[in-house]
């Protein structure tokens, strides 16, 4: 049998399979011991749950606007009115010297007699445009950032240089109001970032409350073991594993919360969405997400648990 | 085996439990300690399985120094030391198997082994059919077989035994301190405290007398060493 042979290969090995096989019994057994106080396990792992579904809530919120912002960041462009009398060389000139910029994905020229000839068709004054002795309307570049100068602060930059330019009579950032919403996530990321952190410290406290409990309920039992040879480590395992259980639990459920609210509001996103004609699906945590929650879980747990066992365990010494 | 140079120990309270005491047992004895309640019997035995630390003297365990032994080092001396108690100290919401297989479990041997020895215990004590019950459902003197089980199955050279007879009827207390016995007579170094002078005078063994926390030394003195000591 395998085990048999692992346990005869050298004894570093059968120490390492006995380790682990302690590791995965006290793993079951912290388990057991949830499973069989069913109501409170319950309450404190909904407690935990709610407290992580929150932030974890927010963030896909987030994630959401900003992918629909970010549909419209590819949009975003500024318009450079050259000087009225602009002649056309000049402004190919001046379309080409923007168009080498590292910060711009293209540049299109829409002269004078194109920018009349659509405001003509568009705007039903055609007759009255005509009687115009000479167009009044410039040359317009229209620059389109490079992906990475899209946000707020590049492009400002960017719309600062265009300005200077001696051509050049007026920039124009369009979409102004994409950056203020972008500025105004910004802030929200940062309260829920600030509130993901103070419920994180109430997932530790709660944790810790929970096992410091259970440590002062198991005070005869810790007592025995450390009477018959247990070490520090024996007897704070469970308890630790105890903490990653409660931990993952409540970010299990945490998941469901925030899955569940995402399917109530599927559908009336879908029908803003088709208001809008925008073509946008709501975003769930995903895999990246899921495990990053999970794993906050089980880490706010361990951590938990480590500090109430640190505090309270080594006062139990048997009498 | 155990050796006490001068050892004596205060409780923070002031209480002086034990005064300057020094004696040796050796490896194969069994000795019965014995004395009024309150007169140090249980904080003699503490200090050996260093539940309770001495205030000053020195005290030897199988020829290592354990006076001032570091925290860490407190788990594998008990492994060396069986303790039997006078309420059991049994864990309620575990069978008698588990009970008993616990220090095994601990001392982190294989889980096959764990069974064949935690049945050979159990079988030695008589326990063997017991061992899916609970301890509560189990009589008195059961649950102190369980405990005496418990505390030589993974085979320590010590066996210390507080009052193992202080909850029993004379019968079973005699039935408990022969099985003690038996132990002592395969080679583990024994020691019980026990105040029922009637029972340990039965059994032909050395007899250390406290009194208020001191060697009582003609006594101890003039009792015969037994032919298992070395």
């Known amino acids: 049998m395998a085990r048999g042979a692992i346990l005869s290969r050298s004894p570093l090995g059968a120490k390492v399979y006995i380790y682990g096989q302690a590791h995965l019994r006290t793993l079951l057994v912290s388990l057991g011991r949830i499973w069989h106080a069913p109501l409170s396990s319950i309450m404190t792992t909904a407690v935990i749950g709610i407290a992580l579904a929150l932030p974890c809530g927010l963030y896909v919120l987030l994630a959401n606007l900003q992918s629909i912002a970010g549909g419209w960041d590819n949009t975003a462009s500024i318009s450079l009115f050259l000087k009225i009398d602009t002649p056309p060389a000049t402004a190919r000139d001046v379309a080409a010297k923007i168009d080498q910029r590292g910060d711009v994905k293209n540049v299109r020229l829409i002269s004078a007699a194109e920018a009349m000839a659509e405001f003509q068709e568009s705007s039903g004054f055609g007759d009255a445009l005509d009687k115009l002795e000479r167009n009044p309307l410039p040359p317009v570049l229209v620059v389109t950032p490079a992906a990475g100068a899209r946000r707020a602060l590049p492009a400002n930059a960017l719309l600062a240089a265009l300005r200077t330019l001696p051509d050049v009579d007026l920039a124009q950032l369009d979409m102004e109001w994409l950056q203020r919403l972008q500025a105004i996530m910004d802030i929200a990321r940062r309260g829920v970032t600030s509130i993901a952190i103070l419920l994180g410290l109430a997932v530790l406290l709660i944790v810790g409350n929970t096992i410091r409990l259970e440590i002062h309920n198991r005070r005869e039992e810790i007592e025995v073991t450390k009477l018959v040879g247990a070490t520090d480590g024996y007897v704070r395992r469970p308890f630790l594993y105890g903490g990653v259980w409660y931990g993952l639990l409540g970010g299990v459920l945490a998941w469901l919360l925030v899955g569940g609210a995402l399917l109530l509001i599927d559908g009336p996103a879908a029908h803003l969405a088709l208001l809008y004609r925008a073509d946008h699906q709501l975003i769930g945590p995903g895999i990246k997400g899921t495990l990053l929650l999970l794993g906050t879980g089980a880490a706010l747990g361990l951590l938990g648990s480590w500090l109430a066992v640190g505090r309270h365990l080594s006062a139990i010494e048997p009498r | ?230």
């Open chain 2, 1 to 230: 085996m155990i050796s006490f140079q001068d050892v004596s120990k205060r409780y923070p309270t002031g209480f002086e439990a034990l005064n300057r005491l020094t004696f040796r047992i050796d490896r194969g004895e069994m000795v019965f300690i014995t004395g009024h309640s309150g007169a140090g019997k249980s904080t003699l035995l503490k200090l050996i399985a260093a539940i309770e630390r001495p205030s000053r003297g020195q005290i030897v365990i199988d020829n290592r120094n354990v006076t001032n032994l570091s925290r860490r080092r407190i788990p594998l001396l008990r492994r060396k030391v069986g303790l039997v108690f006078q309420n059991y100290q049994l864990l309620h919401d575990r069978t008698v198997f588990d009970n008993v297989a616990l220090p095994l479990v601990i001392a982190g041997v294989p889980q096959p082994e764990v069974r064949k020895r935690t049945r050979a215990a159990l079988h030695k004590l008589g326990l063997l059919k017991r061992e899916n019950a609970l301890p509560i459902t189990l009589s008195g003197g059961e649950q102190q077989r369980v405990s005496i089980a418990r505390a030589v199955v993974n085979r320590p050279p010590i066996l210390l035994a507080d009052e193992p007879t202080g909850n029993l009827d004379p019968a079973l207390s005699e039935e408990i301190m022969q099985l003690l016995e038996q132990f002592n007579q395969v080679g583990v170094t024994v020691l019980v405290a026990s105040h029922a002078i009637d029972l340990i005078s039965r059994f032909n063994k050395r007899i250390i007398t406290l009194q208020n926390g001191r060697l009582m030394r003609p006594e101890a003195d003039e009792q015969p060493r037994t032919a298992g000591a070395l």
